[in-house]
C-alpha cells in the first residue's frame, strides 16, 4: 500500500469461503478485501487481497497476499464489496457504485477487472447478482423496475484502463411482474409498492428470491411462477435479508441404521 501519511483511510472486506469440492467439513478459506484512500485523492485507491485458511479449528501458518494494486478509475467510488461468487479458483466480487466486477485468482493471487454490460451499474444492493451456468461460466443477473435481465459472459478482450470487457451477451429479459400476477391469481396477497431487490440467484439461473418492502419471494425462472416465502423485516439502509440457497435430492435418501 501507500505510505502511511499519504493514506486517509482504509476498508475491509471479508469473504468466507467453503471449498468448491465440499471438502472435508472442517477446513474453509477467508479472502480479506482492503481498500485505501490517499489524501490527495480522497477516493479508493488501490487494495490488496490476502488469503487464510483454517482447518479443524486451526489456522494455516501460511497466509498469502497479493501486490499492491492500483484500481481501475471505474472502480474508485466503490462503497463496499459485498457480492462474491467462486468458481472454478477464482473469486469475483462486485462492488457497490461500481461499473465492474474485481476477479481473484486465488492459486496465482492475480487480481483483475472485468467491466459489467453497457448500461449496467451496481447502484444498491438488490440491483446485481453473479451465479454460475452449467457449464462453470460467470453470469450476471440486473434487476431495475420489475424487468431482470440475465447476462452471460462470453471471452476477455482488452479494454484498456486495466480492465477487460467481458463480452456480455444478453440471453434472458424476464418480466418479473407476470410472476406478482401468477401469485395474486392462486390467492396471496402482494403488495408491490416498494422497489424489487434480487437477494440471491440459484445455479444457472434456475430460481431467484427477491424482497419487495420485506416479503422474500421464491421465483421459478422457467416458469415465471412466485411463491412468498416468509416475511422478513423491512431492509434497513438498503441492507437485504441474506439467504443461502441449498439444493439436495429429495426426498432425502438416509443411510440405514444397524
Known amino acids: 500500500m501507500g505510505d502511511d501519511d499519504t493514506l486517509l483511510g482504509r476498508a475491509t472486506d471479508v469473504c468466507i469461503l467453503l471449498p468448491e469440492d465440499g471438502g472435508d467439513g472442517q477446513s474453509y478459506t477467508v479472502v480479506t478485501l482492503v481498500r485505501s484512500k490517499r489524501v490527495d485523492w480522497r477516493v479508493w485507491w488501490e487494495f490488496f487481497a490476502k488469503v487464510s485458511v483454517l482447518r479443524a479449528g486451526a489456522w494455516d501458518d501460511d497466509v498469502r497476499a497479493t501486490a499492491p494494486v492500483e484500481l481501475p478509475a471505474r472502480c474508485r467510488g466503490d462503497t463496499t464489496w459485498n457480492r462474491a461468487l467462486l468458481v472454478q479458483g477464482k473469486l469475483y466480487v462486485l462492488g457497490m457504485q461500481s461499473h465492474a466486477i474485481l476477479v481473484l485468482d486465488l492459486a496465482s493471487m492475480a487480481a483483475s477487472f472485468i467491466n459489467l454490460p453497457d448500461g449496467v451499474r451496481h447502484e444498491e444492493d438488490g440491483d446485481l447478482d453473479l451465479f454460475r451456468s452449467n457449464d462453470a461460466g460467470v453470469n450476471l443477473i440486473h434487476v431495475n ?20 470487457a467481458g463480452n456480455w451477451v444478453l440471453v434472458d429479459d424476464i418480466g418479473v411482474r407476470r410472476g406478482f400476477d401468477h401469485l395474486a391469481k392462486v390467492g396471496g396477497e402482494m403488495d408491490i409498492g416498494g422497489p424489487v431487490g434480487v437477494i440471491k440467484v440459484g445455479d444457472d439461473c434456475e430460481f431467484m428470491f427477491l424482497c419487495v418492502d420485506g416479503d422474500v419471494l421464491y421465483m421459478d425462472i422457467r416458469r415465471r411462477m412466485v411463491k412468498k416465502i416468509f416475511k422478513a423485516s423491512p431492509k434497513r439502509g438498503g441492507v437485504l435479508p441474506v439467504i443461502h440457497p441449498l439444493t439436495m435430492v429429495w ?3 438416509f443411510p440405514v441404521l444397524e
Not at 145 to 164: I, K
Request: charged letters at 35%; aromatic letters at 8%.
Open 145 to 164: 423496475g420489475f424487468q431482470a435481465r440475465l447476462w452471460r459472459r462470453g471471452g476477455d478482450d482488452d479494454d484498456g484502463d486495466g480492465m477487460t
Open 251 to 253: 426426498p432425502p435418501i
